[in-house]
Structure formats: C-alpha cells, structure tokens
C-alpha cells in the first residue's frame, strides 16, 4: 500500500469526524433565515482547505459566496484539475419524517444519516481528504489542483455562471471532476455518461379578488384550484408522454449500442417497486425503468398550494392556485425553449375566468459525456482498485447545471464520478451515506489523483 | 312606532356593542386551539339570552355545546316558534388578507368587518335582541319561543341532529325561523325559497414510501401531485357539467315559473364579474347565473396540498397529494349517493402506480321551501314595514344542513330570511355586515314576531 493509501487508511476516524462536523451547519440556501449558516459553512470549508495543503479564498457574489482551494504546486507544465462541488443543500423538511435529525449525523446500520451527507458536501469533502493524502504524504500531486465549491447549487446556481466567466484565466483547467451523483449499485462503482437538465417553473393561476364562499359564489366564478389541475392534466398524454407541442423537437435520439449498454445494466423491477412501496410504475410507454429515467424527459409536480388546507372543512372557493411543476430535460433540450412552449401551452388549455402566470425558478441543460479516453481508462482502474470491481457506465436522472457550462467556458471535459448508494434519499427525509463508500469512495480518489499527471 | 319599535330604536347602540362583544371571542368550531374560545361564545350567549328574557341552558354534546333559550309564556294554545342559529364561525386565515383583525369588530364605511358578523353570530344576535324587545316592552309574545344555538355549523353539525331527535318533544313547534342568509340585494329583502346541499370531502392520493428525488426517480415513478390533477380535472366535461357518472340522475326540474322568477330578478352581470373582478364567468353551459348559483350542482376545490410549497425551487416528487373537493348538491341529491358516485368515479379515472382514499368531512342535504302562504305573508309584510321595499323570494347557493332535519324530526316549516348582503365575504378575509340592514333587520324581525300569533 502506498504512503497515500496508508494515509487514508489511518485517518478514516478524523476525516468522518470532520465531515460530521461540516454536516451539522444548515446551509440551506433557499431560505434567508439559514443564510448565516450558509456563509458559516463557506467558512468552514475554507478552513479545512487551508488544513489540506492548499490556499483558500471566499469570493462573494450577489448570493452565496464561492469557496476556492488552490493547490499550483505542479507547475505550468502540468496539467490542470478543478474540482467542482456545492456545500449548500436542500431544506430538509417535511422535518417530522427524519428519523434523526437532519443536522446531527447519525450512524446507523454502516450509513451516516444526515442532510447534505450525499448531495454534495460529504462527496465534495472526500475530495478534500484525498488531496490532503497527497499533499501531506508525497507533499506534492501530479497536477494543478482547483477545488471550486458554490453555495448555491439548489437554488439554480444563478451566480457560478458569472463567477466562473470572470475568472475563467484563473480557472483554466483541462478536466473538471464532480462527485455528485450515485453509484450504479452497491458494489459497482460508475462513472457517467450523462444528466439529464431541468426547467423548474411556478404556475400561478389567479381568479376572483380573494377567497369567496364556496356556496355563495360556486357554479359561475370559475375556481382556480380546478383550472390548475386541468392545466396539470394537461401536460401529459394517454401514452405518458409530454403533452406540450413540440417538447420532443430537440430530443436526441440514442443509437443502439447506448441503448443496448443501458439493458445490459442489471435491473429489478421488482425490487425496485417493493423498495418504493408502490404497485405500478408509470411514465412513457415504450421505454424501459432506466432509459425513462436516464435520457427521456419528463414533467412532475413538484409541489401544490391552493385554499384551505387545515384541519377539517373550509367551505371556500379559493382565489388563487400554484404549483411547482418541473421538466427534466434530455440532449439537446434547453430551458429557455421549453420555457416558450409551455408559455404556449398555457395559452391553450387555460379556461376563461382565471388568469396564468409562468416564474421560471430554476433551469440546467442537459449534458453528455464527451469521449476522453484516457481520462475514462484512468476513472475506471481507481475505481476498480479502490472497490475491487469494474467500473460501469451509467446515465444520471437528475442534474447539475453547471458541467455544460464548466466544458464551454474552461474548454475541460468532464468527469462524474459519484459515491452515493441508489436510494440514498436525496432531497428527500433521511438523506444517508454508506460509510463502507465513504472510506472507498476517498481511497479511489487519491488513486485516480495519482493517475492524472 | 309601537312600544317595541321605539325599544329597537332606543337601544340600537347597546344592541351593536353587546354584539361586538360576541364577535371578539373567536369560535372556530374547525381548530382545537378554539375549544376554549368556543365555549366561552356559548356561554356568553346564554348569558345574554337571560338578560333577554329567556331561560337559558347549555346542553354538552361530544362536540361544541348546544344553547337553548326559551320562554314559554305564551301558554300551550299558542303555537311555538323555533329560532336557530350558530355561535361558531369560520376559520380566519388567511390573516394577512384582512385590513382589521377579524376578531375585533371595525366600522368602516357603514360596515362593521369581523369575523362572524354576518356568518352566524351577528344575523342571531339580532333576533335575541328582537325577542328582547317584546319581553321588555310588552313583557309577552304572541308565541312560545325556542331560541336553540349549536357550535359546530361550520364544521358539519355531526351533534345537532343527535340532540333535535333526544330532544323532539321539547323542541317540538310550529315554524323554525332561520336568519343566516343575505338578502337579495341592498334595499331588497328576501325570503328563501331553496338551498343548496353539501357533499365535502378529502382525496388523498399515495404514491412512493417518501418524496423523493425529482431527477433521481422522475420518469418511472408516478407522481401524486400529477395524478391528483388528472383526477380533479376529470370531474368537469367540456360544457361544465360534472364529469361523475349518475350524478345528474337525482337533479330535480325546475318549473317554467320557477325559472322564470329567477330570470325576473335584476341581476348586472358586469357589476358581478367587475366586483369579483374577473373577466369572464364560467360553469355549466345553458344556465343563467342565478340558476348556476341556486339550483345547479357544482363542484368546487376547496384546498389543495402537495410536496414543497415554500420559497424558491425543491426538486422533490412528492410521497402524497391531498384536494379538498366538495359538490354543491340540488334537490333531490344526497351527500350519500354522490359519495357513491365519486367513490366509483375515482376507481376509474385514477392512475396505476397511485392509491386514492375518499374521506366524507362534511354534508348536508339541499332543501326547496315547503308553500306556508301565511307563514310567507308575515315575513313578506314585515321585511317590507321594516325596509320599505317588497321582499322577493331568492334561492341561496350556500348549505343549511339542519333546515331539512328540522323539518322532518319538528314536523314544522321552514323559514329563511336573511340580512346579510351579497359580497359579504363570507368564509372569506373582511367578513363584513350593513350596520343599516343590522338595525332596520332587528325592527323586521321584531314586526314579524307580532305577526306569528
């Protein structure tokens, strides 16, 4: 075992504590009232950077601030690596169904369950732990180190765009590395090949000056919360398809062999169905579980508020509706063009007698992997070394936003290569990390590190 | 002006102060939070039904108490009048629609604006101090008089129809006079001929074990919010007509007089859309607006929850939806039967990968005025000495579950004359009553009361 490895191996128990601790800061960034935990934990990282072996820096923007850790040690002839991650994280509510709480890990069964422990800051730190092996063992790495950490992943990343086109000198790197996403299963460690996008609306549907009595007006004034669920409704097909003209115009299609890799993967239905307690799935006809959720895109309900919504019967004919409705996108779909064809779409389907309103919230391309050979090959043996099993290609429902951006503005490829276990409650109460990955998923990295000069 | 009207007149100030007294205790039936509140509003009231003149007792039920008031001196050859009203009111919220606290009465342009004031507490208080006016004066009524007040109108008045049947020989009489109901119009007073039934209830939609990962799962997973749109979408066809299947079967036809006195009535279709400040009405295609109001069925959402309604973006498929969804019922349809109905309506239209639960919170049963032409012509007098204007008769949108109880377990007639007037937010923000029909109301009320010997 190399001095790295031994490195790793020796202080697994600090580097969980220190994790633990960046765990228990709320950075929620969507809510103002966490916006000083927020910047803590910006702090927090900038810290633990400093304790690795390499140079941090805050930079503000209008949001929260961006986290930088520099390392140039390798000199101009060595190439460049950023590390791309996010210590912000979702609000952990509905609170009332975590089974510990959500900002005090809590180890049970080999997983540490808390908020942000996959998505991303238990991930993004294991590559702090790993350059810190590097950088205290052999004092050096084989490349120029940039680790880039935005506190705003979960609100739409408005601010990293503009941050990353200021500084793109700074930044210029030759390959990007993000660690925020799943492995495919235990036991088979992956790395990407593509994310799907998102255009993530809000719905407003107003009708009469305020709430009215249901009795008293019900019959002629037309009810919102009705419109919006026909406006709902609306979106989808018979066939399960999106049901908004021209949604599918810029949708790749994916050639035989991709399709082929993605049936070749194993897959349980059953266990799948049992695992989310549910008797059926759904969704487009024609596809199998993971083709529909890795390249076709799809529209949710992300949330519905409208009238009365306590305890017992308010008898009320409510003067407003919303609702939180997303689209994942595929290659080559943009928010900004699904954005018009709902805008269209609305235009068609809402009744007379209420007004619509579209907030765009939140929007992210798609991305597909470009083909790095080498990059790919150097992925795969740490992975297979770390977790003495091949390595395997897989898609990625969800989406980060900015690798599209980070390959067009620093001109680098990509690499994705994720840690969390399927199933792992992203976004979700009682979000967990296996602990097993954890310590794996630390060893892979400072072995792809060496691999990358 | 008689000895009682001069009363009415010299006492009109105190009338208004004692009745924002009992607009400031907040009894809403619906919150446990209230018990005490609710409690506190019965007792008050008995309080003030003594200092009427009446005898006054507080009946526990399992629920929110009954207030009787009675005064029996009459003798046993005259018939008996029952007054019913109720003490509780309405949820409040939302709070912040409200431009003076509910439960602190505020005059303001000839209203008064409280939570109650015409929905229920102010239009029974009026006929308290109606009765007060002749047990003053005259020290006598032409009639027996059962004032009875039950806590729970607005939340499905489970206990009462328990209590009428325990109680049928003391509450046994001739005439049930009921004021919770608007006039026609300003200057227009009115005479119910009908009321809508009620049929409310809760669907509850469950998808996955927990929300869930809107990317991570979005595609496969069928999402509740989505599936309960579809569901609530499908209760409506093309011309506004309720989509669920028998559901007309039991709508009574309505003569051609009928119809013709609804269609008699001024009503400014304008002023209507320009007061409620929509651009177009909606609703069952073929029917005028009044008929859409009085004696068609609808079907309305009351409240809708799902997922993440807060600030900002939460890429979460959501675990559940919830819809409060009630029908306006006509004669002859039934709260029973139309649970039947919607029951096998939601085993057809609702998605595989979802399940769906029923829950009935609340229904009353509609009701049309039984012809008592003496009964009618003493109001009709009455209302028209106090406002002088003819009354008309009028149909009323909203439910009275109790009237058709009454009715069958008294053996009595129905009458139901109300003061409020349209546009009073009822169940709605800034509830609000025409200090002018307020006291012209407790002079008609008190007229009538000399006319049903």
Known sequence: MSDVLSFVDSNLGRFRAEMYDFLRIPSVSAKAEHNGDTRRAAEWLADHLRAAGLEPSIHETPGHPVVLGEWRGAGAGAPTVLIYGH?????????????????????????????????????????????????????????????????????????????????????????????????????????????????????????????????????????????????????????????????????????????????????NVDAYKKDLQVAELGGEKGWTTLEKLWIRPTCDVNGLLCGYTGEGAKTVLPGKAMAKVSFRLVPTQTPEKVKKLVEAHLKKVTPAGVTVELVELHGGRPWKAKVDARLLEAASKALEEAYGAPAVLQGEGGSIPIVVDFEEKLKASALLVGFALPGCNLHAPNEWFSIDSLEKGIGALAILYGKLG
């Open 87 to 267: 210590y912000d994280v979702q609000p952990p509510e509905p609170l009332e169904e975590w089974e510990s709480p959500p900002f005090e890990p809590t180890e049970r069964d080999g997983r540490v369950y808390a908020r942000g422990s996959a998505d991303d800051k238990g991930q993004l730190y294991m590559h702090v732990k790993a350059l810190e092996a590097h950088l205290r063992t052999a004092g050096t790495l084989p490349f120029n180190a940039v680790v880039l950490a935005e506190g705003e992943e979960e609100v739409g990343s408005a601010n990293l765009v503009p941050f990353v086109e200021r500084n793109a000198e700074r930044l210029a790197c030759d390959t990007v590395i993000i660690s925020d996403s799943n492995m495919y299963a235990e036991g088979m460690p992956s790395v990407l090949f593509s994310l799907r996008g998102l255009a993530y609306f809000e719905i407003r549907v107003k009708g009469a000056r305020s709430d009215l009595h249901s009795g008293q007006f019900g019959g002629p004034v037309v009810n919102p919360g009705n419109a919006l669920a026909k406006i709902i409704a609306s979106f989808h097909d018979a066939d399960g398809k999106v049901a908004v003209a021209g949604f599918y115009d810029d949708v790749a299609e994916w050639d035989v062999e991709a399709r082929d890799q993605i049936r070749s993967l194993p897959f």
